[in-house]
């Protein structure tokens, strides 16, 4: 397991990006494996299961960087008391 860093990304074998890198430019499939620090099949699952925004160029798949945050942050588990 990775361990997180000061700057709120992954630490570990696969060197991150900062944020900055990201936040420029629509981001690839490979962005957004990198970013999320997840496989190819898991962002596949998630473009096909509509659980994230996505911009579409012909075969062409790109994302914002702001609309990815915004969708981790929905997927957030705040604590607290259960429901």
Do not use: H, W
């Amino acid at each position: 397991m990775n361990k997180i860093g000061e700057t709120g990304l992954p630490v570990g074998k696969v060197k991150a990006k900062p944020v900055e890198y990201y936040s420029r430019r629509l981001m690839t499939k490979r962005d957004l494996e990198e970013y999320l620090q997840v496989s190819d099949r898991t962002v596949d699952d998630i473009v096909s299961q509509r659980r994230i925004e996505y911009i579409k160029f012909g075969r062409e798949v790109r994302f914002d960087f702001e609309t990815v945050r915004k969708a981790l942050a929905e997927c957030t588990v705040r604590r607290g008391k259960k429901k």
